[in-house]
């Protein structure tokens, strides 16, 4: 399974941008790049996901390097509401149960 | 439209003995993945459960076990609890499988079930 890096943690000042960076520089060509978040005491929740083109939903925005070696979470405006790890998360490849693999993650801080 | 819920919210066990937890998958899917999470690290594949069958299964023991029923809820099953398995457990359902892209389909998370093995 191919593997991401991200920073530990970040911190940002409310709404400001926020830009959460990850490396994964094995992808393979038909893994898709997904962001899930996880808020305190719940489950994760998705927030976006891509293959080659920088996608924009109503939550973030994902930017990906032309050689998709690496790729960038954008949130716009940063809420309190924000704060979470989030998780950027490879799936594809020769997997056919779509499962998430997780690692440590970003550990996003907002202050106001 | 329900999201997914998990019960019960939290668990206390001994070691030895033997537990259950619950997952109401959302409305329309057909696909449930069960994951482990130890504190202070990501949630850990399990296995998945698709139309009652396993459809996949990360690196956990046969101790593990699980169902999926005809509604789509799915049951974890673990034996012979260890001190290790205290852990928060995530239920996620989504629609869609097969390797094609419907695979990477988003997954929706219930709260958990937080156990604790003493």
């Known amino acids: 399974d191919a593997k991401t890096t991200q920073p530990n943690s970040m911190e940002s000042n409310e709404e400001e941008p926020v830009h959460l960076p990850c490396n994964h520089s094995t992808i393979s060509g038909t893994d898709y790049i997904h962001w899930y978040r996880q808020l305190p005491s719940q489950g994760p929740e998705y927030v976006i996901h891509g293959l080659t083109s920088n996608v924009n939903n109503r939550m973030a925005s994902l930017a990906i390097a032309e050689d998709r070696k690496s790729s960038t979470l954008i949130l716009h405006r940063a809420t309190l509401r924000d704060a979470a790890v989030y998780y950027c998360i490879l799936r594809g490849g020769s997997s056919n149960t779509g499962k998430l693999i997780f690692g440590q993650g970003t550990t996003l801080q907002v202050k106001p | 439209e329900t999201g997914v819920t998990q019960s019960p919210t939290h668990l206390i066990k001994t070691r030895g003995q033997q537990v259950t937890l619950r997952c109401s998958s959302q409305?329309?899917?057909?696909?449930v993945s069960w994951y482990q999470q130890a504190l202070g690290q990501g949630p850990q594949f399990i296995f998945q459960?698709?139309?009652?069958?396993?459809?996949g299964r990360g690196n956990f023991p046969p101790r593990f076990s699980g169902l999926q029923f005809p509604n789509y809820s799915s049951e974890l099953n673990v034996n012979a609890l260890e001190l290790d398995d205290s852990a928060l457990y995530l239920c996620?359902?989504?629609?869609?499988?097969?390797?094609?892209?419907?695979?990477?389909?988003?997954?929706?998370f219930g709260p958990g079930t937080r156990l604790t093995v003493l």
């Open positions: 409305s329309g899917h057909n696909t």
């Open positions: 459960y698709y139309r009652e069958e396993e459809n």
């Open positions: 996620a359902s989504s629609t869609g499988l097969g390797g094609g892209p419907s695979s990477y389909n988003e997954q929706f």
